[in-house]
């Protein structure tokens, strides 16, 4: 159980374009959901906290309306990098609980930015 | 919420156990120990946490000193594919918010 998957698992985009990841909670119901971003040789970054059906609660320093955060039901959440350009290009990786129980985490979102 | 300490990195041969160190000396008494282990280009995943007991389940053991201040995290067998990234973090379970804070962490190879 507590399988959490993320779509795609890569994306190349071109600079100014906008870019959605998708994660969803397959075998339970979450009613919290974060992203993580993640540059090459460091630790993941917490980006954001999203609850089912509320806004969702950034991190200081994350643009809110460049990283758009949806949480629309109890499965899915979605991120959308909003005109992307190439120091966006990072890992982003999706968590998903249920309740204040342990974080499951996706298995990430490669994003390269041209 | 705590920092934890644990080393950069940690070497292990194939078929011994490795044995992860994690300093949280400011542990306050309603946070919990986690561990997620990252294999390179992958999400995170859970390993197994604990309060004050020592924990075990089919993956690892967690010996978490009386005190509180330091914990173990055990893979009794270590396999090629137990080369990871290991995470110690400290959290409160059943605060206002349960997100995670990763720090470096440690790497483990896992030598044949």
């Known amino acids: 159980g507590a399988v959490v998957s993320q779509h795609p698992s890569w994306v190349i985009c071109k600079s100014g374009t906008s870019v959605k990841i998708e994660c969803r909670s397959l075998d339970f119901q979450a009613t919290t959901m974060f992203w993580y971003r993640q540059f090459p040789k460091q630790s993941l970054m917490l980006m954001a906290t999203?609850?089912?059906?509320?806004?969702?609660?950034?991190e200081q320093g994350v643009e809110k309306d460049k990283f758009l955060i949806n949480h629309a039901s109890l499965t899915l959440s979605t991120l959308t990098v909003t005109s992307a350009h190439p120091e966006d290009s990072s890992f982003y990786i999706c968590?998903?609980?249920?309740?204040?129980?342990?974080?499951?985490f996706g298995p990430g979102t490669r994003l390269l930015v041209l | 919420d705590a920092k934890t300490t644990q080393p950069p990195s940690m070497d292990c041969a194939e078929g011994r156990a490795a044995n992860l160190p994690c300093n949280h000396s400011?542990?306050?008494?309603?946070?919990?120990v986690y561990w997620y282990r990252q294999i390179h280009s992958q999400g995170p995943q859970y390993i197994i946490h604990?309060?004050?007991n020592n924990e075990t389940n089919e993956m690892a053991s967690l010996i978490i000193t009386e005190d509180r201040k330091s914990s173990t995290l055990i893979l009794p067998h270590a396999t090629l594919r137990d080369t990871a990234v290991y995470y110690c973090i400290v959290r409160v379970f059943g605060g206002a918010t349960n997100k995670l804070i990763f720090g470096t962490g440690t790497l483990l190879a896992v030598q044949p």
């Open positions: 604990g309060l004050k």
């Open positions: 999203s609850n089912e059906g509320s806004k969702a609660t950034y």
């Open positions: 968590s998903a609980t249920r309740g204040l129980e342990t974080q499951y």
């Open positions: 400011t542990i306050s008494g309603n946070e919990y």
